[in-house]
Every structure is written in structure tokens, then in C-alpha cells.
């Protein structure tokens, strides 16, 4: 399942799905975020990675290779690229285009805080 929304700069999308084997499959989650034309994709799966501009940046640790990133700095470097955590990126993506004024402050107002503790945790 795909949902997205235009923004200002661009568009965010959710992709849902499965994945591995018809006998085991494994739930997964794709956020894509298009930034003036950069567009950058973090799926959460089996495995866990992060793509800018159509190349794989960084990838989750296969517990083999030390050397890789767990899951968590993935996302924190995909919500760091994005500007926004995964919690506002869905509240952005399944905003009402009809809300009240009203209802339209207060998640703005949510979504400012959430933006500024985003850059203080970086």
C-alpha cells in the first residue's frame, strides 16, 4: 500500500508491504521524502537502510559485521535528512485536508516542537 501528499519542496510517502518468503513473510515500511529533487528512502524491514539520491547510504548490521550501523542510526540519519521524526512524517502524511484552523495550529505547533527537539538531539 502507498500513500503520499505533496509538500512545498516536494512529496513524502509511505510504502507498506511484505517481504522474504510466501511461506514467512516479514512486514516492512518505506518513508521517501523528495527534497528539491533529492529524493531519500528509509526502509524498515528485514533489513534496515537508507538510500539518498538512489544510492545506499548506510545499512543495518547483519550481526556479523560489527562495523555497521544498528537500526536506530539509521532512522536518526534519515530523520535527520528529513528534518522531522518518523511519528511527525506520519502525522504530516495522513493530515486531514479539511481540518479546522484550529486542529491545523495545534499539530503545527506539535510538529515545530518536534522539529527543534529533532536539531537539539543532533
Given at each position: 500500500?502507498?500513500?503520499?501528499?505533496?509538500?512545498?519542496?516536494?512529496?513524502?510517502?509511505?510504502?507498506?508491504?511484505?517481504?522474504?518468503?510466501?511461506?514467512?513473510?516479514?512486514?516492512?515500511?518505506?518513508?521517501?521524502?523528495d527534497r528539491d529533487g533529492l529524493?531519500?528512502?528509509?526502509?524498515?524491514?528485514?533489513?534496515?537502510?537508507?538510500?539518498?539520491?538512489?544510492t545506499k547510504e548506510l545499512a543495518a548490521s547483519d550481526h556479523l559485521d560489527e562495523t555497521r550501523l544498528d537500526e536506530s542510526q539509521i532512522v536518526a540519519s534519515f530523520e535527520k535528512f528529513a528534518g522531522v521524526s518518523l511519528a511527525t512524517f506520519e502525522k504530516a502524511l495522513n493530515r486531514h485536508p479539511h481540518m479546522t484552523r484550529k486542529e491545523?495550529?495545534?499539530?503545527?505547533?506539535?510538529?515545530?516542537?518536534?522539529?527543534r527537539m529533532m536539531r537539539w538531539a543532533m
Open positions: 500500500m502507498r500513500q503520499s501528499r505533496k509538500t512545498s519542496s516536494g512529496h513524502i510517502a509511505l510504502r507498506t508491504g511484505s517481504e522474504g518468503p510466501s511461506h514467512d513473510p516479514y512486514a516492512f515500511k518505506e518513508y521517501e521524502i529524493v531519500a528512502t528509509l526502509h524498515l524491514g528485514l533489513g534496515a537502510w537508507v538510500k539518498i539520491g538512489g491545523r495550529r495545534a499539530l503545527d505547533e506539535i510538529e515545530a516542537i518536534d522539529a
